[in-house]
């Protein structure tokens, strides 16, 4: 493959990558990496470090409209990101000492793991109650969005705000870890124990994974991981096709999104560990 033909490939493919990223709240490295290294063959530490720098593309391409359209929970996002930053630098030190192999099969047991948490709630009723919580209620978490699909505006109460908080070290441990953003993992955490709307989540972690990138993407830059010539035009690619999902995420069924969500957390958790226990 000459040159020109692998940066046109490798632009092509973040674009899909940063449309599915800002639709389901996952930051496009849960695509990229998988095409990257399995289509493409780049290592995996290299494409890692291209994930990380779209992630932060995908963050700043989405993040200001979800804000604008009141999507992204902003108090949210703010108390869940003292643990996530603080774990996006663990798992960036981890980065370095974990092999290659190893970093595959963790990468396909998160993804199979947020698959089966999402798959438990989609018979799940939307109007369940929410548990009240002190901690919630004092910080002001609750709000609410207008839904293009019902037509309404829909009220929420956000619960469980710790557990959230220590799901979200993991999730950050994750994405410093495997460079994807992590927002498979954080979309679930909000979506199944703190209760927030999945529309909500998926926003919300969309402003959430570019803060929790950018504090792992130094060590990567550091350590050599971050290739120009591949993180180019992944960035690039990445931010287009994150603008254009944004204007969209009101209008989708949450249905829809949530079987489009587990669907692609099933197909990259399989080629993910056949790829790691094959070797």
């Not at 999902?245 to 958790?269: D, E, I, Q, T």
Request: charged share 15%; with cysteine; hydrophobic share 55%.
């Amino acid at each position: 493959m000459t040159p020109f033909l692998f940066v046109t490939v490798v632009f092509a493919i973040s674009v899909a990558a940063g449309l599915l990223g800002s639709l389901l709240g996952l930051g496009g490295g849960l695509i990229l990496v998988p095409v990257l290294t399995l289509l493409l063959k780049v290592d995996i530490r290299y494409a890692v470090g291209a994930s990380i720098v779209s992630v932060i593309a995908t963050s700043s391409g989405a993040a200001a409209a979800y804000l604008r359209e009141r999507l992204a929970n902003l108090r949210v996002a703010m108390f869940l990101e003292l643990a996530t930053t603080a774990g996006a630098l663990t798992g960036a030190f981890l980065a370095g000492v974990v092999g290659g192999r190893g970093l595959y099969l963790v990468f396909g047991a998160v993804m199979a793991y947020s698959a089966v948490a999402m798959l438990r709630k989609l018979g799940a009723r939307a109007d369940a109650p929410v548990p009240a919580d002190a901690l919630a209620d004092r910080l002001a978490l609750h709000s609410s969005y207008f839904d293009e699909d019902s037509g309404g505006e829909v009220d929420y109460r956000v619960t469980r705000p710790l557990t959230g908080l220590g799901l979200m070290y993991v999730a950050g441990t994750v994405s410093g870890l495997l460079g994807i953003g992590s927002g498979a993992l954080k979309v679930p955490a909000m979506d199944l124990a703190m209760r927030l709307p999945l529309k909500v989540s998926t926003a919300t972690s969309n402003f959430m994974i570019g803060v929790t990138a950018a504090a792992s993407a130094g060590l990567y830059f550091a350590r050599g991981d971050i290739d120009p010539f591949i993180a180019s035009p992944v960035c690039l690619g990445v931010t287009v096709g994150a603008f254009a999902g944004s204007r969209y995420l009101k209008k989708l069924r949450s249905g829809w999104l949530r079987v489009l969500f587990v669907g692609v957390l099933l197909w990259v958790a399989f080629e993910m560990l056949r790829k790691g226990w094959t070797g």
